[in-house]
C-alpha cells in the first residue's frame, strides 16, 4: 500500500524534480503534501470525483425541523457539499420503512411562505450548504416521535494527516494524484509539464469521470413533450 510519500515522491519524479531513486528533501516532501491537499479540497466541490455514497441517520426531534450537517453538527457526517437524498425512517412499522422526500432547491425554499409549519411527517428537505457546517431543513416541521432521518451524502476523498498516512483508494485514484499533482506542483518549481504528462494526467482524470458517472433517472414533466399535447405513434404509421 502507498503511503502519501510514495504519491509526493512519484509526482516530482514525473516533473523531472527528482531523478530515479532519489529522495525529497523534507521541505519539499511538506510542499507536495499541502498541495495535494489542496488538491483534494478542490475535488470535494466535484461531485464526479467522489466514488462513495454514505447513508448516515439521526433521530428526530419531535417539532424541530432544523439540523446542522457535519463534523461536530446534529448529523455527523463530513460536511457535504451535495446532499444526493434524503429519507424519513418510521420506527412504528416493522420492519422499519423508508419514505423519501422531496429535495427542495434553493428557489423552492425561498418561495416557500409557512416555513414553520408542522405536521406528523415531512414531506420535503432543503440543504443549505452553509459553512462550517451545512444545514438540513424539513418541511413541514415534523412532531412525531418516531422518526429518524436518513441523509444520503457523497463522501469525498479525505485531505490527508501526513506523509506516512497510508493511501486506500479505489482503482485509478492513485495515478489521478501522481499526474495531477504533478501540475499542481510545477509552478512552484519553474518546471513547464511535458505534452505526454499533459495527456496523461487528462486521462487519468477521464478515467476516474467514467467510474464516477452517476446514473440518473431520466424524467420529463407532463407538457414537456411534443407541445404539451398527446402523441399517437400510429399517427406516424400512414
Do not use: C
Not at 40 to 53: G, T
Not at 121 to 134: E, F, K, V
Request: proline share 7%.
Amino acid at each position: 500500500m502507498s503511503t502519501v510519500l510514495d504519491l509526493v515522491t512519484a509526482s516530482l519524479r514525473e516533473l523531472g524534480v527528482l531523478a530515479s531513486g532519489e529522495t525529497a528533501a523534507a521541505a519539499d516532501s511538506l510542499e507536495g503534501l499541502a498541495a495535494l491537499n489542496r488538491l483534494v479540497n478542490a475535488w470535494k466541490a466535484e461531485r464526479v470525483f467522489i466514488y462513495q455514497l454514505t447513508a448516515t441517520t439521526k433521530a428526530v426531534t419531535p417539532s424541530d425541523g432544523t439540523y446542522t450537517v457535519g463534523i461536530g453538527g446534529d448529523i455527523a457526517v463530513l460536511r457535504p457539499v451535495h446532499v444526493d437524498a434524503v429519507s424519513i425512517r418510521d420506527s412504528v412499522t416493522t420492519p422499519p420503512y423508508e419514505v423519501p422526500l422531496r429535495m427542495m432547491t434553493d428557489q423552492d425554499w425561498a418561495q416557500l411562505r409557512i416555513k414553520t409549519q408542522t405536521a406528523s411527517q415531512p414531506q420535503a428537505a432543503w440543504y443549505n450548504r452553509t459553512y462550517p457546517l451545512g444545514t438540513l431543513e424539513l418541511w413541514p416541521v415534523p412532531t412525531s416521535a418516531t422518526l429518524t432521518i436518513v441523509l444520503y451524502a457523497p463522501e469525498a476523498v479525505a485531505e490527508f494527516a501526513a506523509l506516512s498516512t497510508a493511501v486506500s483508494l479505489p482503482p485509478g485514484y492513485e495515478r489521478l494524484i501522481v499526474k495531477n499533482l504533478a501540475l499542481e506542483l510545477a509552478p512552484t518549481y519553474g518546471v513547464q509539464p511535458s505534452p505526454q504528462l499533459e495527456r496523461q494526467a487528462q486521462d487519468a482524470l477521464a478515467v476516474v469521470l467514467r467510474a464516477n458517472k452517476v446514473l440518473q433517472e431520466q424524467r420529463f414533466a407532463p407538457d414537456a413533450m411534443m407541445g404539451g399535447g398527446t402523441y399517437d405513434i400510429n399517427s406516424d404509421l400512414g
